[in-house]
């Protein structure tokens, strides 16, 4: 039996400057007596944006330090093109994002561009 839990994650609106999306850090691992828990980690597995305008949008996503957007750290693509009216599948895998890891991204325009991740949420160790 897995250790992992599909985690419920809403669809994110995105804007028009880069902004942290997801981070699973855990800032107090304090448990019970005798228990310290340990960080989490997501495992995202399909990644999807969905344009509601009539024009077509673009959009960057990066995987790294907080607020970040440096070259090199791209991930499911940078300047995306999504048509109007219609969605972009991002991806399709496994990537683990740990309690360090921010995925953040950022849209051509606010307001129009909507990310719905699926993603799993287990417990590091």
């Known amino acids: 039996m897995s250790s992992k839990k599909a985690l419920n994650i809403e669809p994110i609106q995105l804007g028009a400057s880069v902004v942290n999306i997801l981070n699973c850090n855990v800032t ?5 007596v ?3 828990m340990a960080q989490p980690y997501l495992l995202i ?10 024009s077509p949008h673009t959009c960057s996503f990066w995987k790294g330090g907080t607020g ?3 070259a090199g750290t791209e991930c499911w693509g940078n ?8 969605y972009v599948d991002l991806f399709y895998g ?13 849209a051509s325009v606010a307001s129009h561009l909507t ?11």
Do not use: C, K, W, Y
Request: net charge negative.
């Open 45 to 54: 597995t399909h990644a999807r944006v969905i344009n509601n305008d009539s």
């Open 79 to 86: 300047t995306v093109t999504v048509a109007a009216n219609s």
């Open 115 to 125: 990310l719905q991740v699926e993603a799993e949420i287990g417990i590091s160790g």
């Open 34 to 36: 005798g228990f310290t």
């Open 28 to 32: 107090s691992l304090a448990g019970p």
């Open 94 to 106: 496994e990537m683990r994002f740990d309690a360090a890891d921010f995925l953040t991204g950022q």
């Open 68 to 70: 970040a957007s440096a």
